[in-house]
């Protein structure tokens, strides 16, 4: 079974600001949600914690495993949507026409497309071997992209993604569970 979590509270997400590939720290709020998801799985077995290598979740995940003491490996593949040039700014103040750049034609912001972090993300799932129980702890973006994933494997396309994105809100520490045999579901 895989368990995936989304890191805890920054001062960037309380700024509405794009953190993409930027490296945040949790804020007190943040530490405190990470607490919290740590009672929320004290009854779920893990044999190994996977987590972004971005602080946010290596955080997130250090304080969840305070209770489970197992060795935490850090993938980048688990990074959130690389930004570019968005990276960074307020949501608000970004012009509707670098929205547009990022959503069509992503490079002319240096950022990473939708399809480039389907495969990104796609690639590091492949890998996951489900017999064994898996702390994943990773990004909102990314935890969007398993939901995808788990309901459309063979290939991407945007709308459906963006469809996927509407359908779920996702909290900081929000905990979901996936056994590759149905869609990604979330556990309490």
Same mark, same amino acid.
């Given at each position: 079974?895989?368990? %995936? +979590?989304?890191?805890?509270?920054?001062?960037?997400?309380?700024?509405?600001? @794009?953190?993409?590939?930027?490296?945040?720290? $949790?804020?007190?709020?943040?530490?405190?949600?990470?607490?919290?998801?740590?009672?929320?799985?004290?009854? +779920?077995?893990?044999?190994?914690? @996977?987590?972004?290598?971005? $602080?946010?979740? !290596? &955080?997130?995940?250090?304080? @969840?495993?305070?209770?489970?003491?197992?060795?935490?490996?850090?993938?980048?593949?688990?990074?959130?949507?690389?930004?570019?040039?968005?990276?960074?700014?307020?949501?608000?103040?970004?012009?509707?026409?670098?929205?547009? %750049?990022?959503?069509?034609?992503?490079?002319? +912001?240096?950022?990473?497309? $939708?399809?480039?972090?389907? !495969?990104? @993300?796609?690639?590091?799932?492949?890998?996951?071997?489900?017999?064994?129980?898996?702390?994943?702890?990773?990004?909102?973006?990314? +935890?969007?992209?398993?939901?995808? %994933?788990?309901?459309?494997?063979?290939?991407?396309?945007?709308? &459906?993604?963006?469809?996927?994105?509407? &359908?779920?809100?996702? !909290?900081?520490?929000?905990?979901?569970?996936?056994? !590759?045999?149905?869609?990604?579901?979330?556990?309490?």
């Amino acid at each position: 079974m895989i368990y %995936l +979590v989304r890191h805890g509270q920054t001062d960037w997400n309380l700024e509405n600001r @794009i953190q993409g590939h930027l490296d945040m720290p $949790l804020n007190d709020t943040g530490r405190n949600e990470a607490r919290q998801c740590r009672k929320k799985l004290a009854s +779920v077995k893990m044999d190994k914690i @996977i987590a972004s290598d971005l $602080l946010r979740a !290596k &955080e997130t995940a250090a304080i @969840i495993n305070e209770s489970l003491s197992l060795p935490i490996t850090y993938d980048a593949r688990l990074r959130e949507l690389n930004m570019g040039d968005l990276q960074g700014l307020v949501a608000k103040d970004i012009s509707n026409e670098l929205w547009d %750049l990022l959503n069509h034609e992503p490079h002319k +912001v240096h950022a990473e497309s $939708l399809e480039d972090f389907y !495969k990104r @993300i796609k690639s590091f799932f492949d890998e996951i071997d489900t017999k064994q129980d898996t702390l994943i702890v990773a990004h909102g973006g990314t +935890v969007r992209m398993a939901m995808y %994933l788990s309901r459309n494997l063979d290939s991407f396309n945007q709308k &459906e993604f963006e469809k996927t994105c509407l &359908e779920f809100k996702i !909290k900081n520490t929000g905990v979901f569970k996936w056994d !590759k045999s149905q869609p990604l579901q979330p556990l309490l």
